[in-house]
Antibody, heavy 117, light 110 residues
């Protein structure tokens, strides 16, 4: 079955960067866009950006422009989301999501990123 | 982009129907038929319940339905069940390959 498996929890200091991975299985990785969505504790969902794994084209929410980079390694069916200049407000669960329809169909299990000095 | 507006909470008794609204603008909800709804139980990843305003993915109960009028989309759950208690989020395409979520609605089954 279609599945997205993300890397484990991270603890980072303010100002550092974090890179979260998302390994796809059960389908052809280059067939569907990958999006990243985050959720701070007790808060709502926030869309961060997307990538077409086939072309490598990306797009980012204005809020994260210049701080977020989404990449991929097609040989291992894995997408990555790197967020730089971390601050305490970036503490959240980060999800990768596969877009099969025109919505966020398949979600990874989430990766907790904690930013603390 | 501003988040779409949802009521913070709604409630209903088992067997009843409830509706959750999601208000945006002509640049998102009103401009495209790409509204989706997600159910999220505590500690779990969200689950797609409705896409393209009113389509149900395979496996989603037909008790869940979606609609849209102007800049407001709605999710209706009929025949409320205890397991429907969760947070619900709407999402809309906002143009230029961007998406925006609603703030979320906590559904309590009394």
């Amino acid at each position: 079955q279609v599945q997205l498996v993300q890397s484990g929890a991270e603890v980072k200091k303010p100002g550092a960067s974090v890179k979260v991975s998302c390994k796809a299985s059960g389908y052809t990785f280059t067939s569907y866009d990958i999006n990243w969505v985050r959720q701070a504790t007790g808060q709502g969902l926030e869309w961060m950006g997307w990538m077409n794994p086939n072309s490598g084209n990306t797009g980012y929410a204005q809020k994260f422009q210049g701080r977020v980079t989404i990449t991929r390694n097609t040989s291992i069916s894995t997408a990555y989301m790197e967020l730089s200049s971390l601050r305490s407000e970036d503490t959240a669960v980060y999800y990768c999501v596969c877009t099969v329809t025109t919505a966020f169909d398949i979600w990874g299990q989430g990766t907790m990123v904690t930013v603390s000095s | 982009q501003s988040a779409l507006t949802q009521p913070a909470s709604v409630s209903g008794s088992p067997g009843q129907s409830i509706t959750i609204s999601c208000t945006g603008t002509s640049s998102d909800v009103g401009g495209y038929n790409y509204v989706s709804w997600y159910q999220q139980h505590p500690g779990k990843a969200p689950k797609l319940m409705i896409y393209d305003v009113s389509k149900r993915p395979s496996g989603v109960s037909n008790r869940f339905s979606g609609s849209k009028s102007g800049n407001t989309a709605s999710l209706t759950i009929s025949g409320l069940q205890a397991e429907d208690e969760a947070d619900y989020y709407c999402c809309s395409y906002a143009g230029s390959s961007t998406w925006v979520f609603g703030g979320g609605t906590k559904l309590t089954v009394l």
